[in-house]
């Protein structure tokens, strides 16, 4: 098994694993664990191999444990890297990545922002109210790291949006965050799908430009300058 490289799970023995068919592991003497985090590192090491990935399931995601390897071939590849890492070239290439994901961000903010505008589509009367609704969205919603549904790839820019407007909206204009909801399967998406019901009924008074008292507007009152923003990393799930 030391000479395969697999993914496992962690197992509550230390050094011990889990392989997929549940077989309890003993990870060998001369192995360590690399934890995760240097993306570049781990690359590394698992292409000289063989090594054990350890992932843990949470839900609908998966994070990784680390790596484990052997000690020598972690060594070599920190080494390595490090002074890969120390010359002129790589801090270039290093500033050079940088300035590229800054523009390239700044573009996905931009084009974020018009796809929520044009998913809300207020009315005339409302329209700088809209741009500000965007706003606050775009903002909450692009930072890279987020973790919110803006930042995910697998659906097209518009439903981005379209999810991001209402996760906000159900953290900033209704009881969603104080909420006592049942431990039952299924309940906390079946409130969910209540609230957005209720937060597409007040977009649609905006769009098609009903008049809305602004005392009252839990939209407006959550766009004051004093109201402070919630997030939903898991707006999917």
């Known amino acids: 098994m030391a000479e395969q490289t697999m993914d496992v799970a962690p197992a ?18 001369h192995w360590e664990l690399l934890p995760p985090g240097d993306a570049g590192l781990t690359r590394r090491v698992k292409a000289a191999g063989p090594t054990w990935t350890v992932k843990e399931k949470k839900g609908r995601r998966t994070f990784s444990q680390g790596v484990w390897a052997d000690a020598s071939t972690i060594i070599a590849a920190k080494e390595k890297l490090e002074s890969d890492r120390s010359t002129e070239a790589y801090a270039k290439r290093r500033q050079s990545d940088a300035v590229r994901r800054e523009k390239k961000q700044s573009v996905y903010v931009e084009d ?16 700088s109210l809209g741009e500000q609704f965007a706003k606050a969205v775009t903002d909450h919603a692009t930072p890279v790291g987020s973790g919110t549904v803006a930042r995910t790839e697998r659906i097209p820019i518009e439903r981005r949006a379209e999810s991001a ?7 900033q204009t209704t009881a969603y965050d104080h909420m006592a909801i049942a431990r039952v399967k299924g309940k906390r998406r079946e409130v969910r799908r209540m609230l957005a019901e209720q937060s597409r009924l007040l977009l ?15 939209l407006q009152k959550a766009l004051k300058p ?7 990393a898991d707006a999917l799930s």
């Open 165 to 171: 407007v209402i996760a906000w909206m159900r953290h």
């Open 112 to 127: 974020f922002f018009g796809a929520v505008v044009q998913f809300l589509a207020f009315a005339p009367r409302y329209r």
């Open 204 to 218: 649609t008074k905006y769009r098609k430009g009903d008049e809305v008292d602004p005392l009252h507007c839990l």
């Open 226 to 232: 004093s109201s402070t923003a919630h997030g939903d």
């Open 12 to 29: 509550k023995e230390a050094r011990h694993v889990m392989a997929a068919d549940g077989k309890l592991l003993r990870v060998p003497d």
